[in-house]
């Protein structure tokens, strides 16, 4: 190739193109220890992200971190012991720490004596690269048609060197099909001592040291220079054959020259082409982009990009153009051109303008990224296509009743579908990332994980039930099964929720031991009427063991008379009618008749629909007969409860002091009602004569004896009340009777008879007689109950005359009350001779007025009283204030309005005066609060002081006195209207007027 003219130094030719290639571009100086790098472009500092000036002076192990043992490292190290080139992927490390995956390529470089001076290594960021070849691994059903249409030749060998795959194009190395090597070995592919060739040689290397060979040797069978790169595996050898016949010229074409900047430019991955500004024709053209574009150089040097129509958008190009000439420059832009085979290339392009031999040209660096490209948008469409069947997949697990999920080896929820939410309360973005333990409950921690480390372990799938804690904190029962796949990290699992199946089997575990440990007779009956079940307690009851009744029906045990309507019965319960518990008598083994209740009732299924009948039978003939005793005993209870009520309500009777002749009346009511009496009477005896008087009757035609007196020398009652103790006659028609009593036995049939005396402090009050028709013998409980009833009357009896004597005197007491009271009254009139008669006045309307007010007759005994003592303070003035003729003085009358205060002390002592001090204390009290001695206003003031107080100022102005003439009533009725609301209760004043102006 001749060389590119050009009027600048080839070091600074070089140093414009290191400098905007898109390729990272490091020169190591292999003079120096250490080799280190003393130059770096711009590409390699995007690249590692360290400034050229932190990394010139460093080796580039730099950017292995810690990872320096990686098998490519050490083939570098070979490669430049041998002085050779080399291409390897490394994994380096950013200046922040990032990985990304390198692709090296290191290229010596020698001065004129051939001795080697620096290493040319350039950088490619393979990172989408690696993914790419990750991804294709997984889609390996893809591979093969893949390595059948690549250029490049791939074999693979098994463990024992015997030929497992070789694509179309290695076989076309020899001119053959694939087919034609099938069988075929080691040696028969590379000779009879493959060792001794260096692509043999290369195998047993990659082989021994399980690290990836590179090897580039001509082979003589086929006339070509291939490079080899063998791949170890673990369970064989790989080997990429290239086909670099080319390549190795251009190479030994590039070695040959002498110029540096030919070195590299023949050496550069990156096509590289030169053209001039003037008129686009291009200059020169590096094999790379030879290679790219399909064009032999002869058919690139001194044509246009016209011409070759490179350019598959001119607008673009024209774009390019435009930018070139505003920015200077042109920075790695994705571009496409079309190759000689019309075959589109997508590029990385760059474009700088550099000055050649005086004339302005830019160097173009265009970057192949068609496979990588392709590769690309592989993975993407290989992407949405997952992500369409995960999603589709996902709608299609979500719509499951049945919990679905995987778990990772972790313990956490890698995937759970949406039943989740459902199922446990938590949506599957809750669960995701969150360990299955921490759902589990408690009690089942251990067996779960024990589960677990079976599962993981290898062991058969299994179904395996556990306890969840939902969300609101109830508990979910699940069953699952899960398993394991070889190779890979996740447990697949799927639950249902079996909470609702457990409580039905406990019920129903529940129920059984129930039925077994019931004292009850529980049978269940088919449909057709045989007995299917038969529990202990049957046996028990019945006396027949299980074994010998089921499959029998029923009617052994039932009484023939019985027995159809049993039937009867059974027939509505299997048409799910439902019965109320009945009695019956059964039979039991040994012919005992038991008398049960029984409760019949429809077995139904899931559907409803009655497929058995349940009969559980109780004996109750235990309690018939606890019943009957019960009955005896609450008769008995009853007459005692009535006994103890008669007394109560005597009791009561005479503790509220009520009439005699109805508390006899309702004690001898009580002797008929509770001994079975026909009649009872009752006789008091007269203090005067001596004698004795009914009072008091009850039953038959007795209440004629009512009123009658008896003498004690001739009756019955008057013998009692003589000999003081009970008298029984069981045959009246033989005892001397008054005419009456002849009458009453012979219309009312009373033959028996008889009496017991009264007798309270040693007084006989009394006779109480018990009457019979029919012939009688009295028990100790029935003498017992009549003694009770008799002291009852004897003390209702001694009750009534006390209080009457009492009565009597209380009478007599309040009589000289009322009497001195109005001793005092007068004795106050005739102390104030100007108010002779006012007392008697003023509380004869005040009474009438406090009637009209509503006063109950109670209440109208103390104002009385109050209204006769309303003055009896002024016992406490002087004669020299009350009496004087003249006005009173300050003093004088500041003493005379203490009177209301003296009669409160005169009257509080005597207590029964105590309810009549509201007169003698508040009469001088005002409506507005102006009165005296308290200045009470308004209702404050009792009501019977404001009614006194309108009555005293009536009364005080009609009557006459010394000083002046009585008013008349109208202009005393005017007066007292007109300080109505002031001095007065208008209320009292209107009550007041009404009753002295009746309408």
């Not at 290397?205 to 673990?234: D, I, M």
């Not at 004996?619 to 005993?633: C, S």
Request: charged share 25%; glycine share 8%; with cysteine.
């Amino acid at each position: 190739m001749p060389p590119i003219p050009t009027t600048v130094s080839e070091l600074q030719l070089l140093g414009q193109v290191l400098s905007t290639c898109t390729v990272g571009t490091v020169i190591a100086d292999m003079r120096q220890p250490g080799h280190p790098i003393v130059y770096a472009n711009a590409a390699f500092e995007h690249l590692s992200g360290y400034a050229a000036a932190e990394i010139v002076g460093h080796n580039c192990r730099l950017l292995q971190g810690h990872d320096r043992d990686q098998p490519a490292a050490q083939e570098i190290r070979q490669a430049i012991a041998q002085e050779r080139s080399a291409t390897v992927t490394l994994r380096n490390y950013r200046k922040d720490g990032t990985l990304f995956y390198n692709e090296l390529t290191l290229s010596p470089i020698r001065d004129a004596a051939g001795t080697l001076t620096h290493y040319l290594g350039l950088h490619h960021d393979v990172t989408v690269r690696e993914e790419v070849q990750r991804q294709q691994r997984q889609l390996q059903q893809h591979l093969g048609s893949t390595l059948a249409r690549v250029t490049d030749g791939v074999v693979s060998f098994d463990d024992d060197w015997n030929l497992t795959y070789l694509n179309p194009a290695a076989a076309a190395l020899s001119a053959q099909t694939p087919q034609e090597f099938d069988g075929w070995t080691l040696p028969a592919t590379f000779g009879d001592h493959p060792h001794h060739r260096p692509i043999g040689r290369a195998l047993q290397r990659a082989r021994a040291t399980g690290t990836v060979q590179h090897e580039v040797s001509f082979a003589a069978e086929v006339g070509r220079w291939l490079e080899a790169t063998v791949y170890p595996a673990e369970d064989g050898i790989s080997l990429l054959i290239r086909d670099v016949t080319q390549q190795r010229e251009q190479e030994t074409e590039l070695w040959e020259g002498e110029e540096r900047f030919e070195k590299v430019f023949q050496a550069c991955p990156i096509g590289i082409i030169v053209t001039r500004l003037g008129d686009g024709s291009y200059l020169d053209a590096n094999p790379e982009f030879l290679r790219q574009s399909g064009y032999a150089w002869e058919e690139v040097i001194g044509r246009t990009s016209g011409d070759l129509h490179f350019w598959s958008d001119p607008a673009e190009f024209e774009e390019v153009r435009q930018i070139l000439r505003q920015q200077g420059s042109v920075r790695n832009r994705e571009m496409q051109f079309r190759a000689k085979s019309t075959q589109l290339r997508t590029t990385v392009t760059s474009i700088v303008p550099v000055t050649i031999g005086g004339e302005a040209c830019v160097v173009s660096l265009v970057q192949d990224v068609t496979r990588e490209k392709e590769a690309r948008e592989l993975l993407e469409k290989s992407e949405e296509r997952y992500r369409k069947l995960t999603t589709e997949l996902q709608r299609t697990l979500d719509l499951s009743l049945d919990l679905i999920a995987t778990i990772g080896p972790d313990g956490r929820f890698a995937s759970i579908n949406a039943v989740s939410e459902q199922m446990l309360g938590y949506t599957p973005d809750e669960l995701i990332g969150r360990a299955y333990i921490d759902f589990v409950h408690l009690d089942d921690h251990a067996v779960t994980a024990a589960e677990d480390a079976s599962i993981t372990g290898g062991q058969p799938t299994t179904v395996f039930q556990n306890r969840y804690v939902h969300k609101d904190g109830h508990t979910v029962w699940l069953e699952w099964a899960a398993v394991v796949m070889p190779c890979d990290p996740l447990m697949y699992c799927v639950a249902r929720d079996i909470t609702q199946r457990r409580i039905a089997e406990e019920d129903q575990a529940f129920l059984a031991s129930i039925v077994e440990a019931s004292h009850n007779a529980i049978i269940g009956i088919n449909l057709d009427g045989t007995i299917r079940s038969w529990n202990p307690g049957a046996e028990h009851l019945y006396g027949h063991a299980a074994a010998d009744v089921i499959g029998r029906r029923t009617d052994f045990l039932v009484p023939a008379e019985h027995r159809q309507q049993e039937a009867d019965i059974f027939g509505r319960v299997c048409r799910g009618e439902r019965i109320k518990p009945f009695e019956v008598v059964n039979f039991t083994k040994g012919g005992r008749e038991l008398t049960m209740i029984v409760t019949i009732s429809a077995v139904l299924n899931t559907c409803g629909a009655v497929v058995g009948v349940a009969r559980i039978s109780r004996d109750i003939t235990a309690r018939h007969h606890a019943e009957q005793e019960v009955q005896v005993l609450n008769e008995d209870l009853r007459r005692q409860v009535q006994h103890i009520t008669g007394l109560r309500e005597i009791d009561q009777a005479i503790a509220a002091g009520g009439d005699l002749g109805a508390i006899l009346g309702l004690i001898l009511e009580n002797i008929c009602h509770q001994l079975g009496a026909d009649a009872a009477t009752a006789l008091m005896r007269d203090p005067q004569t001596q004698g004795l008087q009914y009072i008091a009757t009850c039953g038959l035609h007795a209440a004629p004896l009512q009123g009658l007196a008896e003498k004690l020398d001739h009756e019955l009652a008057g013998r009692v009340v003589v000999t003081r103790q009970p008298l029984i006659v069981p045959a009246l028609q033989t005892a001397t009777l008054t005419p009456e009593w002849h009458d009453l036995r012979r219309f009312e049939g009373v033959t028996w008879y008889y009496a017991a005396p009264l007798i309270a402090k040693g007084r006989v009050l009394g006779v109480i007689e018990v009457l019979r028709q029919r012939s009688f013998e009295p028990s100790a409980a029935w003498l017992e109950t009549v003694d009770t009833l008799v002291g009852q009357a004897a003390i209702a009896v001694e009750n009534a005359q006390l209080l009457k004597e009492l009565e009597q005197r209380n009478v007599e007491l309040r009589l000289a009350y009322d009497e001195t009271i109005e001793g005092w009254a007068r004795a106050l009139d005739l102390r104030d001779k100007e108010t002779e008669g006012h007392s008697r006045r003023v509380t004869e309307m005040t009474l009438e007025l406090c009637h009209v007010l509503g006063f109950t007759p109670e209440e109208l005994v103390n104002v009385r009283r109050g209204a006769l003592l309303h003055d009896i303070g002024k016992m406490g003035i002087p004669d020299a204030i009350l009496l004087k003729p003249g006005k009173l003085s300050s003093e004088e009358w500041a003493r005379m309005k203490r009177h209301p205060g003296y009669a409160v002390d005169l009257l509080s002592p005597i207590e029964f005066l105590l309810p009549a001090l509201d007169i003698p204390q508040y009469h001088h009290e005002k409506w507005d609060g102006s009165g005296y001695p308290h200045g009470r206003a308004g209702d404050e003031i009792p009501l019977a002081a404001r009614a006194f107080a309108v009555v005293d100022v009536y009364d005080a102005l009609t009557s006459d006195r010394p000083y002046r003439r009585a008013w008349t009533r109208e202009a005393t009725i005017a007066h007292i209207q007109h300080h109505s609301g002031s001095h007065f209760d208008p209320k009292v004043v209107k009550s007041f007027v009404r009753m002295l102006l009746p309408e």
